[in-house]
RNA sequence: UGAAGCAGGACAGGUGAUCGCUGGCGUCCGGUUGAUACCGGCCGCGAGAGGAAAGUCCGGGCUCCACAGGGCAAGGAUGGUCGCUAACGGCGACCGGGGGUGACCCCAGGGAAAGUGCCACAGAAAACAAACCGCUCUCCUUUCAAGGAGAGUAAGGGUGAAACGGCGAGGUAAGAGCUCACCAGUUCCCCGGGUGACCGGGGAAGCUCGGCAAACCCCAUCCGGAGCAAGACCAAAAGAGGGGCUUAACGUCAAGGGAUUGCCCGUCCCGCCCCUGGGUAGGUCGCUCGAGGCUGCGGGCAACCGCAGCCCUAGAUGAAUGAUCACCACCUGUUCCGGGGCAACCCGGCUCAGGAGACAGAACCCGGCUUACGGACUGCUUCAUGCC
RNA sequence: UGGGAUGUCGUCUAAUGGCAGGACACGAGAUUUUGGAUCUCGUUAUGGUGGUUCGAAUCCACCCGUCCCAG
């Protein structure tokens, strides 16, 4: 896979979509730093959203896990499954937070998974 | 050399490569259009967080709403003076008080002689004064030790955070601002200086008046409310009003069905089409050129102001400014080389190894305040020590 | 963006500006063959930094933390 961009299609953007995501969801996998939310949707490409709260600690650190799950799902799109909205939220993060472990965390858990 | 105080800022790692993100401009392509206008795509060019962007503690601009003139009341805020400012609870200078050897720092710093209230415990007494132990005099009892009654007194004692001026002399039965000198303080008056807070000097009075207003309160000054999710525009939808809907005709669109005893007309209901209006989802604007920045000159002790020249520097909206690699720069240790020194050692370069890289992310925009923060730099000043 | 509430022993909860109290828990002892129950004794706290005051949990300012509401 060469392509390794991020445009605004392949983004969830309204809350809409994300309370649809959480509604019609067919997986749901949490990890140690991760929850993982999937649904079927009616495009014939993936979606990602990125939900990270408050509790995660002030606007640098969110914005800086937000990033490097952008930069997972940018580098290895492979990993997730077309057609599918994908949800990834933010739980207590440590610090083993980091490209490599989130990626291994991401990369088992959509490789538990027939799809 | 060491310790310290104050101030400052295109400080807050830099350069390059690769892969991305956001918005701007441009070529080309496609769609659309009356159009050089709009939408989408490829590629290229150049741009992309802060000193606090933070907390949201004050003050404004801007927008809408209310009142459309003035006063009073209520509520809130502020509180030395003079200035700066668009404004401020901010800033500057000065005054007063306090701290420090000093550079310098800190202060909600109006009124207690307008009224109300409070001052625990201790103490006789906590505020128009009064009198526990005392001290003194007179009278009575009397064992001549003392006790009782009355009067005078506030020097001494002890309590307390705070006790109604201090010290000395005179005076007295004992004492007392009772009198006097000096000192402290209060109020008033006069003179001089200052825009003023206030400062300096002189005089008079009564001799002396406790603290707390970050207790109620009084005085002076200021304040309409809400916020860019403000607000404006476009506009699928819902709900509303009007017209129409057999065939045929006409420039276009449409779909008719049911109830009213069977039929026709009419009326009503549902559906469909068009128009008006509406404003939900969604979108566009508001949105970044502004009390703007930099440099120079001039005014002012300063905060700041004036003039001239130059510059344009983020505009996201589940919310961009990132990731990886390399080199350089910072700190510590170290091999080697060069220089200085009698030496300990110091300085510069180089090799290798290790380490640090903080606090923190624009959300309409400014002026402040406050808080967080690893370190580096610059300037001025003080104290101590040594040498000349 | 705007508006609130709140912070006291380990937990829950009191306290006019004047000795921070109570309950549960915990520790030690007594009682009991042992445990429980009971009794006695004890440890532990005003979110932080300043200020006002003779004196602050209380009053004031600025921070910190937790929770909630509206759009």
Redesign the pocket.
Known sequence: MS??????QE??????D??NVEAKKQRKIITGHLIILAARNSENHTRI????SKRIG???KR??V???L??IY??NKEIFPPGYDV?LIARKQDKNTC?KTLFQEIKNAMGSRTW
């Open positions: 392509d390794e961009r991020f445009p605004k983004r969830l953007r309204k809350r809409r994300y309370l959203g990125i939900t990270v002030t606007a640098v914005n800086s937000k990033r490097l952008r930069e940018r580098r949800v490209y």
